[in-house]
């Protein structure tokens, strides 16, 4: 009897602890997760609670959102936040649709875009986009050098070209931190290839059938991530040239290895 009374004492207590923890810790944006007072009076497709645009920014944005939407039919609206949200009021107030797209910024998490997408642009714009245009402007690193005016901006600026030519499965532009890694895994194919060209056997110049058995292996890392990622991106010839040259000497460079080797062992 005296077991069960501590028992139920424990479960009590634990109870408590949980309530005080989850009231202790919950956010003050729930009591505004639908509140149309913080809305504007007048009609603009740019409410910028977190102040994180310049008026000049602000009011140059509206309008080409506006003219944007004339033009197109897309309807592209910008919200900003940090303590403070209208939340849901803002479907009613902007008349959101299936031809809507809503860009949330919000410094307050790690990544500070998000996206609300209308089904119709789904179909030109898959959700691989999505993700890869909130990776590449909303994260820590592209919001500290470029700020978080730039990452709404220019995030902006691919959806809208998107959208005039008729879709895209990946976000316009190849950023330097991206060709980067196209090209060191083009050199890396480049030398898995030359190291399986070497000759293995007297008076053999290429080894051309280790080669083809490596070939799925260089291929995949200098085809798929190393061409394809900069074809894909943008229509500049200089990337692809450095990934090409990139590729031909990491090759050169592990096919002669072993003459370098020997000459050094030579001069010993």
Known sequence: MQHCFWRRILVFCAVFLLTGSIWATHSPRAYAYDNPDL???IPTPVIDLAKSLTIVQEENLAQELERFEAETGWKLRVLTQYDRTPGRAVKDFW???????????DASGGNILNFNVGDAVYKLLPRT?????QTRFGNLYFVREQGEDQAILQSLESIE???RQGGCRVVPGLPREQWIL??????IGGVICGFAAQPRREGQI???????????LWGILFIAFG???????????????????GFLIGALVAYLSPVFSRSSASET
């Not at 008349?95 to 910024?105: H, I, P, W």
């Not at 986009?129 to 245009?133: A, C, G, K, S």
């Not at 196209?182 to 050199?187: A, D, E, H, K, P």
């Open 227 to 245: 061409i394809g990622p900069v074809v894909s991106r943008t229509s500049e010839w200089l990337p692809l040239i450095r990934n090409i040259s």
């Open 129 to 133: 986009f999505w993700v890869e245009l």
């Open 95 to 105: 008349g959101l649709d299936d031809k809507s797209v809503l860009l949330v910024a």
């Open 39 to 41: 809305l504007p009076d």
């Open 161 to 163: 070209t998107c959208l």
């Open 182 to 187: 196209t090209l060191v895994t083009s050199v």
């Open 206 to 216: 290429l080894a051309w059938q280790w080669a083809l058995i490596f070939s799925p």
